[in-house]
């Protein structure tokens, strides 16, 4: 027993018991013994990294692990903090706190969207002082009991302590290696475990259980080997294309095209109660199956959009700051490019890779408030902002006449916190009150919330409803294409998470969709996504450059099977995407692009079925993930100057 030793186990108890509360709400009555074995090693791993790092000190300087007891004091704070930050993530996101969430959280516009008040960081701060002050009185106190009342604690106890510690750092490891086999093998209950400890430190450890559990067959190597650079292949491509970009014509060259986009409007919208001209429209306009976005966040799927790339090739953009090639073609086809939007441009720089220089318009509706210190309380006439863009919308539209016209509309109403007169209230009961995403008992409510969403849903419809009349009665529907999709999807805690940017799961990537173009009714593809739009569009115009020696999306008037197909990427910030999804008719399989070569991942049914509810053995799961591979291998070859397409 030494001064620090009542100090651990002081910090100790009181973050267990805060880990424990934690736990059983976010496990949701799902507790198991594994689960407490988790939650009770947790606090106790969280110690062993900060007694290491002030013993470690006191080695290395020759000091002792007392002489820096004020730096076990700062780790302790930190600790609480994160705890208490990870905890409020898990309620929204099921997953743990993170680089790129930290990233998302810190995006243009998302506190405000949070609905972060000016009392909510009096909160915090509050709160880190009281943690501060604990730490300081349990150092205090560990210090008093070790001067004035050690003697009081039994010698076979304080002989005991080093030996117990060490024991008990054995069955810390030993949880952890069961942690790693676990997760590796998918137990979607460890899963569900993992996802409700905060702070819980993982051990996964694939590279060594995957030739021991899952060695990949000849097969499958040779097929997921990269032996390109298909970045830099695209690269060249798009340059290629800018030296061309002086003589490129259109057959079709007045042809009118407006998007009609949806912030989080998931594909289970498309619903006559919800949005009846939406799914009236549908049987009339080319649409699919299923529709998804190029990936689970604003930016990513807004780039798939305006760019007609697969996700392979957003960063390569991003990075580079690279307009889209598709709107350079329709800048020097004389188009008038108009952005309408009620929401931010800057959110994850697009305003520097995707809003640029090509863009003759912008006009912004986004001067609604909200930010630190305002009330909140719904913000419920944000809608209105979308009415008015609506409005002007359509008065340019109808008024330009010489030349056409590319007009991108961007509708925040069914964004978090989903704005809709009350007069559209359609579906109650929906929560009315303010509420805040980080909530602990918002996923209780979740049908109110739900409500609310459809609600919003059903509002912007009937602004759909009236921009598709005002184009017919000007006469303008015939030569005018018409897009309307969502951004991404949302989810509802259906799997345990709220709103989008963490999920591959439909409900965050599957979209509505329905394309009016003059003379084409539909399309043969049953699985689309939100990079197949530009091709078929400079498809029907019938550009001179062959549209896909620039774009790597399909074109969804002519029909090829092994085209079938849609893939997804995580959401990203500023960062190289790692993890992909890719989705055709029967089924979804995640991969990741890894060095040289792609690594198969888990497999589910188009339906998010996970693959254990459905009957197949080893060899028939091969036959399954193997043309997905060679689908994800042709789509990164696109561009690769070894393409003979």
Known sequence: MNRLTIF?????????????VNAIFLGRGEVGIFHLLMTINTPFFLIIIIKGVTRGLGKLFKYSEFEFRYIAVLLFVFTYVFT????????????????????????????QDMGVQSSDIISIVIQILIIIAWCIFSLILSNWIYINKKDLIPQIIQSRIQSVFKIIIILSVTEKLCFSFLHYTDRAI?????????????????????????????????EAKITWDFESDY???????????????????????????????????????????LHRLKQQWISSSQHFSNSNCTGNGTFGILSGQTPFYWYPSYKNQMQPRVLSVFDKLGYDIDIYTTTALEYSDMDKHIFTEAIDNIYKFTNYGGGLGHPMVKRSDLYKWDERMVKEFMNNF??????????????????????????????EPYIKRHYQIYEKGLQKESDLVFNRYKNSAHYVDSQIGKIVDKIEESGKMQN????????????????GRFAHSYSFKNVQTSTPFIMHIPGEKQTQFNITSHADIMPTIMDYINISEPFDQFLSGKSLLNYEKSNDYAIIQECEIDNRPKRFLIADGDWKMEFRLSGDKIESGILYSINDEPIN??????DELIEIKKPLLIKAKNNLNHFSKSNTK
Do not use: C
Request: overall charge neutral; charged content about 20%.
């Open 235 to 277: 690269l060249d491509r798009q340059k290629q294309l800018d030296a061309n970009l002086k003589s490129i014509i259109a057959e079709k060259n007045n042809i009118n095209i407006v998007f009609l986009v949806f912030e989080s409007l998931r594909f289970d919208m498309d619903d006559p109660m919800i949005m009846p001209n």
């Open 480 to 495: 005018t294409i018409i897009v309307i999709l969502g951004d991404h999807g949302e989810e509802f805690n259906e799997f």
């Open 84 to 111: 208490a930050i990870d905890a409020k993530v898990l309620s929204i996101y099921r997953d743990h706190f993170n680089i790129k969430l930290f990233k998302i959280l810190f995006e243009t516009g998302v506190m």
């Open 613 to 618: 509810n459905v009957k197949a053995n080893n």
């Open 8 to 20: 651990y186990l002081s910090n100790y108890f009181v973050l267990l018991a805060y880990i424990i």
């Open 398 to 427: 109808t008024h330009k006449k010489n030349k056409p016209s590319l007009s991108y509309l961007w509708f925040y109403s069914t964004h978090y916190n989903y704005y809709f007169p009350e007069s559209f209230a359609k579906f």
């Open 190 to 222: 460890l899963n569900h475990y993992w996802n409700s400890v905060p702070s819980y430190t993982p051990l996964r450890m694939s590279k060594v259980w995957t030739p021991i559990l899952n060695p990949q067959s000849k097969e499958e190597i040779a």
